[in-house]
């Protein structure tokens, strides 16, 4: 489209003072325009950011007016959107699990469909009877810490450590555990278990994935958002499963549990690698868009 975007929502007043509600129609036409998911709701996001105000405020003064300002404050906001960045890493959080979680551009943005490695991990758990226990639990690879600390949510009396081979990462996963006012983690610079002695009751991990050769034609908001040190998963995608392999019968308690998130298409691969270390692998949870995205890796039967 011609002009900036800043003159592509004036217009939209035409010429007169642009409303809280105008600037959100405008910005998700503009959105929608770029060929960005979710226009309607990015605009709202970044309106109402821009603007300091919550959903309800934010349809409350619908019909309040901009000042040049709030006009520009959105307008920034929104020209990082229309250049990809993900809306939460313009502004600084994501929901996870329900919990509010600080990300920024050493952490990956926690993903919808890693829930599923929690569901699975909560199923593992219960279907033993030790929700109630102190467990043991690592994290490996924990980025912002959205799966040990959605965990340690659920689970009054255990225990988490977090590894992550980013330090900045692991500050930002520390953060969130004191945002949180979860005490019960810690946090360790290291390449996955490299630094851990088990025994844990249950590992969980979702690891680099994405084969190197790949990471080029992932969609703008990973590839050039993303840290590369949390996609690359080397050539085939599995060097970190084989890491993980290597390191878990010695992680893991006797009846102990590890549940990794798999990347498309490789399940039968992932299970191979950790079955030949001698553990028992199960049939992989499905994530909502029914993709196997969770497996069930168990010590003993």
């Known amino acids: 489209m011609a002009g900036s975007p800043g003159a ?3 217009a939209h007043s035409g010429g007169n003072a642009l409303t ?3 600037a959100r129609r405008a910005w998700a036409e503009k959105f929608r325009a770029g060929g960005i998911d979710s226009p309607e709701l990015d605009a709202r996001i970044l309106v109402g950011h821009a603007l300091g105000l919550d959903h309800a405020a934010l349809a409350a003064m619908h019909a309040r007016v901009l000042d040049a300002k709030e006009e520009a404050a959105i307008t920034a906001l929104a020209r990082r959107r229309i250049a990809r960045e993900p809306v939460a890493r313009i502004i600084g959080s994501k929901e996870f699990w329900s919990l509010d979680l600080r990300v920024d551009e050493s952490t990956l943005v926690p993903r919808p469909e890693t829930e599923t490695v929690v569901e699975a991990a909560l199923a593992e758990i219960d279907a033993r009877g030790l929700r109630s226990q102190p467990l043991r639990i690592a994290d490996l690879g924990t980025g912002s810490g959205a799966v040990l600390l959605a965990l340690l949510s659920e689970l009054p009396r255990a ?3 977090g590894t992550d081979l980013s330090a900045a990462a692991t500050l930002v996963a520390r953060n969130n555990a004191r945002w949180l ?8 610079v290291c390449n996955m278990a490299a630094a851990l002695r088990g025994p844990f009751d249950l590992v969980v991990s979702n690891p680099p994935y994405i084969a190197s050769a790949e990471i080029a034609g992932l969609d703008p908001e990973v590839r050039d958002f993303d840290p590369r040190l949390a996609l690359d998963g080397g050539p085939d995608g599995l060097d970190c499963y084989r890491s993980i392999a290597a390191a878990a019968p010695e992680l893991l308690t006797p009846r102990g549990a590890l549940i990794v998130e798999l990347g498309a298409g490789q399940g039968e ?3 191979a690698l950790f079955a030949t270390a001698g553990l028992v692998p199960s049939a992989p949870h499905a994530d909502l868009n029914g993709v196997p995205r ?3 890796v168990r010590k003993g039967a």
């Open 269 to 271: 691969a992932a299970a």
């Open 294 to 296: 969770a497996l069930v």
């Open 8 to 10: 592509t929502i004036a």
């Open 159 to 161: 225990f988490g450590v």
């Open 181 to 188: 006012a979860l005490a019960r983690a810690r946090f360790v």
């Open 20 to 22: 809280v509600a105008a």
